[in-house]
C-alpha cells in the first residue's frame, strides 16, 4: 500500500511538473515578468516624464522574440481620452525595451526619410576619409514633426540613432579591423553624432557564399579584440 502511495505521488508530481513546465514555455516566468514590467516602468518614466499612465498587469509572452508584451494606458487629460499603446521588452536581463509604439505614432515618417538620407550621405563622407573601405551606411533618424530641414551631427533626435555600416572585409584581419572600429567610433565621437549603437559588418565571400563579421559599440564602449564577431 506504502509503495503504491508513493509511486502514485512521483506521478503526481511528474505532471505537476509537466503542467508548469509547459505553462512557463507558453506564460513565461512569472519572476522575469515582473522584472520585464519595472524595466519598462523606468523606461517610460525616463522618457515620458509627464506622461498619465498606467501599466496592465496582464502581459503576453512572445516566444519568437523571448519577449514580454504589455500594454501601457495612456491618458490624455485635455480630451479626457484613454489609448493603449503595447510596448515589448525582452524577458532576460537588462530587460530592454525594443518596441515602443507611443515614440512611432508621432514619429514623421516623411521628414524622418529625407534626414535618414542625409545622415548616411554626411557619414559616409565622413569616415571614407579614414576606411576607405567602407561601402554603405544605414541610419534609422527619427523625428516628431517638420520643423527639422537639415540633419547636422549636432541634432539631438527624440532617441539616439542607430548606425549601421557595411565594409568590404578583402584581407583585412581581426586586428586591423579592431583598429578600424577604434577609428570609426573616435570620427563619430569627434563629431558629437548622437547615437546608441554603431555596428560594423565586414563583407566577404567564403566559398561562394557571403558572410559577415560584425563589431559593434556603444560611444563610450572600450573595444577589444574579443569584440570582433
Known amino acids: 500500500m506504502m ?5 502514485y505521488g512521483i506521478i503526481a508530481a511528474t505532471l505537476i511538473a509537466i503542467v508548469l513546465v509547459t505553462y512557463m514555455s507558453v506564460a513565461g516566468n512569472p519572476y522575469e515578468m515582473n522584472k520585464a ?3 519598462l516602468k523606468v523606461y517610460l518614466e525616463e ?18 522574440d523571448d519577449s514580454y508584451r504589455f500594454e501601457v494606458m495612456v491618458k490624455d487629460p485635455s480630451l479626457d481620452v484613454e489609448t493603449t499603446y503595447p510596448f515589448d521588452v525582452y524577458r532576460y536581463e537588462p530587460n530592454e525595451v525594443f518596441n515602443d509604439t507611443i515614440h512611432k505614432s508621432r514619429v ?10 542625409q545622415a548616411e550621405q554626411y557619414i559616409l563622407a565622413l569616415l571614407q576619409r579614414k576606411v576607405p573601405e567602407l561601402q554603405g551606411v544605414a541610419t534609422d533618424v527619427e523625428v516628431y514633426n517638420n520643423d527639422v530641414t537639415v540633419w547636422t551631427p549636432k541634432l539631438k533626435t527624440p532617441k539616439p540613432i542607430l548606425i549601421m555600416l557595411e565594409v568590404e572585409k578583402g584581407n583585412l584581419t581581426k586586428e586591423q579591423m579592431l ?5 570609426i567610433q573616435q570620427q563619430l565621437n569627434e563629431e558629437s553624432i548622437d547615437y546608441y549603437l554603431a555596428e560594423v559588418g565586414y563583407h566577404e565571400i567564403v566559398n561562394g557564399e557571403e558572410n559577415y563579421l560584425y563589431v559593434s559599440f556603444t560611444p563610450q ?3 577589444t579584440i574579443k569584440d570582433v564577431d
Open 179 to 183: 583598429l578600424q572600429s577604434k577609428t
Open 37 to 39: 514590467r519595472e524595466s
Open 108 to 117: 514623421d515618417k516623411a521628414t524622418s526619410k529625407k534626414l535618414n538620407k
Open 3 to 7: 509503495k503504491k502511495k508513493i509511486f
Open 47 to 64: 522618457t515620458y516624464p509627464d506622461m498619465d499612465y498606467k501599466i496592465k498587469w496582464a502581459a503576453k509572452y512572445v516566444t519568437i
Open 221 to 223: 564602449q572600450e573595444l
